[in-house]
């Protein structure tokens, strides 16, 4: 079911290398699409948005009017739903936000001795743009973890887009929007809600930052309009690597690999061991469990083409394919997890011993689960209040100061040739 690779094989690194391809750069047709899209609704504003909306979701509405829900519907969507669905989403809304206070920067300053300030002031931006998948699968802990950390910064206002194909809302994602407190809800999707929300309609209010997950022209329309907009990332399909010392019950193992490979058929679950016959047993659990799920083709594609079995000599191997890796979610399901983390370098999340699943932490640990993905967590963090927080730097000089730093500033200045920059500085001069 799953490739077995041997890491001590001389072709072990060609085959992870062809293993953790994949590419995540659209091709032409799809930019093609894109630029179209963006170039419309830039031109046309609210009139493309609809005739998008109606031809990529199989709509018939006529105004934009028609695709942006009341705030009376997002409520009747919270109220609606049973007391299990309402308290969960509390629950986890509360956790999420309390783990996101820790983040929030503050401003500082501090003062030389002449005089002259120093520091930085943080701010939250304005407005912000969030996407919630829909179609093949919706998700109302999405609307969580991205508006949350938002509110925390103290984002003055959050506009939520979710593609409608033919209509269909799904309720726990309108309760999430109005449980954070979701500001506008348009139901739109695609390439042309990322162009209204960076650009601006007659409707839609322009943003300052695009978060969330969407398919390939979702993220294509992202990277396009990056720099006109922030975004958070160009998000890969999502992945796990489990790294076990063989101690932990297989079908537990099984079970986590799978709720990865259960998201969409390019998702990715590996597997790390030293034990061949944890290996064997795991295998076994999957063949078991597999049958039992609802999305049992998406999970058994997803396992057949990109998940697998790695066989490790020793901990330090395991290590070191983890940091090569760079996985989004990783799971250190041994005896003493703390105790590896000096070594680990790279990952999105960690999660620590064998009671600590990935699927814990999608829902309601309470860090959040838009994650850097594809290796790219070598450079990047998880989703944070950070994200929605922007700083300026802060410079007061005295006369002391300012005369002191001037000298430096001059004899720069000159030797890069920028004169005025130059005379600007000694202006500021003080007698001798």
């Known amino acids: 079911m799953l490739t077995q690779l041997d890491a001590s094989s001389p072709t072990f690194s060609k085959q992870l290398d062809q293993l953790l391809a994949w590419e ?19 031109s046309s504003g609210d009139a493309a948005v609809v005739d998008f909306t109606n031809r990529f979701d199989r709509r018939q509405v006529k105004a934009m009017a028609e695709l ?8 009747q969507a919270y109220e609606g739903l049973p007391k299990d669905q309402q308290q969960a989403l509390a629950q986890a809304a509360e956790r999420v936000s309390r783990y996101h206070q820790h983040q929030l920067q503050s401003s500082w300053s501090y003062r030389e001795e002449d005089g002259t300030l120093l520091g930085q002031q943080v701010t939250p931006l304005d407005r912000v743009g969030i996407y919630v998948p829909g179609g093949k699968a919706s998700y109302p802990s999405s609307v969580l973890m991205n508006a949350l950390p938002a509110k925390v910064a103290g984002v003055s206002e959050i506009i939520m887009v979710v593609p409608s194909p033919e209509g269909e809302l799904n309720e726990l994602v309108l ?19 990322v162009a209204a929300l960076a650009y601006g309609t007659e409707t839609v209010p322009r943003v300052d930052k695009i978060v969330g997950p969407g398919n390939i022209y979702v993220a294509t329309a992202k990277r396009q309009v990056f720099g006109q907009v922030g975004i958070d990332m160009i998000a890969g399909p999502s992945e796990i690597l489990v790294y076990c010392d063989g101690q932990t019950d297989p079908d537990w193992i099984a079970m986590d690999l799978l709720s990865q490979a259960e998201h969409d058929e390019l998702a990715q679950s590996i597997l790390i061991a030293q034990d061949q016959g944890f290996l064997d047993a795991v295998r076994e659990s999957l063949t078991k469990l597999l049958p ?8 058994r594609t997803s396992l057949l083409d990109r998940g697998a079995f790695i066989k490790v000599d020793s901990e330090a191997q395991a290590i070191e394919l983890i940091n090569r890796i760079a996985p989004e979610h990783l799971e ?17 999340a960690i999660f620590m011993g ?43 000089c005295s006369p002391q100061g300012a005369s002191e ?21 000694e202006y500021r001069l003080l007698p001798e």
């Not at 730093?405 to 005379?423: F, N, P």
């Open 405 to 425: 730093l001037a000298k430096v500033a001059s004899v720069l200045a000159r030797g890069e040739g920028l004169t005025a920059h130059a005379r600007s500085a």
């Open 332 to 348: 250190l399901s041994v005896a003493d997890p703390e105790a590896l983390l000096p070594q680990i370098r790279h990952a999105g």
């Open 24 to 42: 995540g750069v659209s091709d032409a047709s799809v930019r093609d699409v894109v630029d179209d899209v963006i170039r419309q609704v830039r």
């Open 292 to 299: 039992s799920l609802e999305r049992e083709t998406i999970a």
């Open 68 to 75: 942006e829900l009341s705030n009376a519907r997002l409520q």
């Open 175 to 193: 309760a999430a929007a109005f449980l954070v407190g979701v500001d506008r809800v348009f139901t739109i999707g695609g390439a042309q809600a």
């Open 354 to 396: 064998r009671h600590t699943p990935e699927a814990l932490g999608d829902y309601c640990a309470g860090p959040n689960h838009v994650l850097p993905t594809s290796g790219t967590a070598r450079f990047s963090s998880p989703l944070g209040v950070y994200d929605f927080q922007k700083r300026s730097s802060l410079i007061g």
